[in-house]
């Protein structure tokens, strides 16, 4: 499952992350977006989401939350 | 003499790195509440004791594999430079995540204080952290910290000397036994013992001598040695994390929450940031227009008839007394009553890049950026870019991207600067003072319409490329106290007194000189000045600017817009032979009035305030020979409209060229200056013909 089929205010779990070679990525992973985190899809607009993640808020785009499986 | 410590100030992106530099070094460096404020190194010297302390703020990181330019200046400091102590300031409501960057600065060998910052917002969320513990398990000095307010700043300098003199290198940082296994292979490889564990972190990932420990140990734990890395560096920072949170908190939903779903709506927020734009052009004007009035009569009715009286009395040449009425008066004089509008429009803009909503923008913005191959991101330069363009330009070095560096660098100049409001400000008051929210805010579109066409152009020719990937952090509301917004306003307005008492004055006597050559000249028009803006006067008349003196003044403006304003006083001055008062004038009745004038400024600025139309630029009707009643003469509304369109677009600004060549290069910033020269001629050229016509 992908952040996509997430509703808004809905909590999830990350599973895994795809491309972890990719710089990007592991930025996102130095902000603490990684595996076993419990997150919050917050908004959606267009093609980028707004996620909770404990106190700090994540924008991210939606070719890069493909990246990320859920539970 | 004294001992010098060198200190780096390290930490997350918008955790208050330069907020308690300001506090330490009483610098007035420039802060905002979103990531990517500090985007070069700044440095501060502070005396303490017998130590002269050098501070380094660096960009902030989140981690030490840098991507964009600003992250490699942080890093590159930290791995090339070898600072005496290291300040990691760390976000404590986010405190997990941003033990990752201390357990990196850790492996660096060199003694550290941690600074936990925000502690009443992580008090608020119920996290409660052991700082005792944490410099027992670390070898760090730990210091608590409320940046905004000051609290706990005063611990920071007598832990950083204590750090020093003692030499507090922090405890060695021990990860897994593979990892460090592989580390002490390495190590024992190495001729040079004095290696640091983030270097031999580094030879083993990267180093070409080391790949055959790298892949065994990649075989052994069956993942790639960043992961392994990375994964061992997590394990470090959370294990950090249990031990010293008393209380973990909970992630309730807080007040920017509850303001995000309205200002963050895909359709609401847009009315949200219309409804600011609108409220900050109102108060703007509304507040200022008394006192720039106000000041326009100190000068005016009060300074100008005083010194020039005083002049006379001293029995100074006439030619002395015309250049003070003219260069002086004129000129400079007539720039410095829009101080008032300047100050407050940044006022304003400070206040809103301190409470965290303008990265609210980029997120808003996607919708329509992705549109031209930028992510919403490049909005923060382009709005700071409202606020001055030279640092907007700057703060491009955030992009991962040289492609949409450059592209977005390109439409900068088009976002309109205070410097053109003045612009504006002046001719609406003439030619459409019934109208001042509408023409200005048109102009304020235009300009976001000229930029986006150019970045379209520019995507779709000479910078083709894909979207890269939008990762970006918003940082929560935060109500930035009054200090630090004045702060940063008076920062502003006295770089606008220096420019006024330096460039402004330099290229008023410049042009005044001018208007006199040859000496001897009695009709300016025949002056040097003169002749020169009669040769372009066919130039711009296309465009409805038809009159020398006019096209003269666009001349020195290169250097700076706001110059326009004040070569128009001094031409205008020196030909139509404005001059103050010599006769009747009462210093100590004038100074009476000018009091009473500023106590009903300030009525006056107060009161319009708490209406909702924007009913400001109302400016006093003057009548006879004044400077505006001359440019009326001179200008229709057209030509007026198109004369500010024209100052909006073309790149009429040393500073911004200046940067820009700093930043893409002379070839590409001389190639843009003349793709806006052009622009502006034909926009321009459109709205004269159009406005004629109706």
Redesign the interface.
Known sequence: MDIDAVPLGQEFTIKSIRE??N??V???????L?EGKRT?L??K????Y?L?L????????R??AKFIEIS | MKKVIKVAIAGNPNVGKTTILNRIAGTSLKVGNWPGVTVEKKEAVVRFGDYEVHFVDLPGI??L?P?SEDERIAVHFLEEERPDVILNIVET??L??NL??TTELLEFGIPTVVVLNMIDEANK?GIEVDDRRMEELLGVRVVRTIGRTGVGVKDILPAIVEAYESNLVPKPVIYGEELEEALRRVYESLPKKDVTKHELIKLLSEDKEFSGSRRELENKLGK?I??IV?DER?AFAHGLFAEVVRKK?V?ARDI??VI??VA???YL?FLVFIGIIYIVFKLSFDFSSPFVDWIDGFINDFLAPLSYSALNTLGLPEWFLRFFAEAVVGGVGFVLTFVPLIATLYFFITFLEMSGYIPRV???M??FM?RIGL??KSVIPLILGFGCNVPAIVATRTM?STKDKILVIMMIPFMSCPARLVVYAFFVSIFFKDHPALVITSLYLLGIFVALLTGFLLRKTAYRGS??????????YRLPSLRSVLTIVWVHVRDFLYRAGTLIFGASILIWLLLNFPPGVKNPAESVAGSVGRILVPVFEPIGIGNWKATTSLIPAFLAREIVISSMGTIYTSAEGLEPEKEGFEPAEALKEQVVGLGLALKDAVSSLLTLSITSLQVEEEGGNTLRELIRKDFTPASAMSFMVFILIYTSCLGTYAVMVREIGKLRATLFLGYSFVMAWLVGFVVYRVMVVF
Do not use: C, Q
């Open positions: 972890k070679d710089p990007i592991r930025k996102l992973y130095a902000m603490g990684k919050k917050l908004l607009n267009g093609r980028v707004l909770r404990n106190n700090s808020r994540l924008i991210i785009d070719d890069l | 989140y981690t594999e991507i409501p986010n997990e995540r990752l960057l969320l790639g960043h992961d990375s997590y908190g992630s920017t929450d995000d779903r963050l709506h895909p927020g980029a997120f808003l996607d919708r992705h992510h919403g991962e979207l890269l990937h939008f990762v970006m952090e918003l940082p929560p």
